[in-house]
């Protein structure tokens, strides 16, 4: 994968560092490679290392993933769906109140105004 990660770090977290790998998914590969939860990256003998590296080069991960997310709500926004409007508001989408709290809906939904600073 291109990723060198220190020889103490827990195997579950430096799965969890991929984008698109969450908890559920890292606990599931290490089920597959009979690694212990608790294992640190140091202890993994290296055929175990190089065949959770080919599973992880077959997964949709990082900016594959990214695009993926991008391209749905880009596919909400243009077929006007309710989701797809709020995006473009930069609203929360999720069904939130939105009488006091939405920065953080605000910072991460941002509208697309065609400048240099596009987000979507």
């Given at each position: 994968?291109?990723?060198?990660?220190?020889?103490?770090?827990?195997?579950?977290?430096?799965?969890?560092?991929?984008?698109?790998?969450?908890?559920?998914?890292?606990?599931?590969?290490?089920?597959?490679?009979?690694?212990?939860?608790?294992?640190?990256?140091?202890?993994?003998?290296?055929?175990?290392?190089?065949?959770?590296?080919?599973?992880?080069?077959?997964?949709?991960?990082?900016?594959?993933?990214?695009?993926?997310?991008?391209?749905?709500?880009?596919?909400?926004?243009?077929?006007g769906a309710?989701?797809?409007?709020?995006?473009?508001?930069?609203?929360?989408?999720?069904?939130?109140?939105?009488?006091?709290?939405?920065?953080?809906?605000?910072?991460?939904?941002?509208?697309?105004?065609?400048?240099?600073?596009s987000k979507?």
């Amino acid at each position: 994968m291109g990723v060198n990660f220190h020889e103490k770090k827990l195997v579950k977290k430096a799965l969890e560092t991929f984008y698109g790998l969450g908890p559920e998914a890292s606990a599931r590969l290490m089920a597959k490679y009979t690694i212990y939860p608790q294992a640190r990256i140091g202890t993994i003998p290296p055929k175990t290392i190089t065949s959770l590296t080919a599973e992880l080069s077959t997964m949709t991960l990082e900016n594959d993933a990214r695009r993926i997310v991008q391209d749905n709500i880009k596919r909400l926004r243009d077929m006007g769906a309710y989701r797809g409007r709020r995006h473009a508001m930069g609203l929360p989408v999720r069904g939130q109140q939105t009488r006091n709290q939405i920065a953080t809906a605000r910072k991460l939904n941002k509208l697309e105004r065609g400048g240099f600073n596009s987000k979507i």
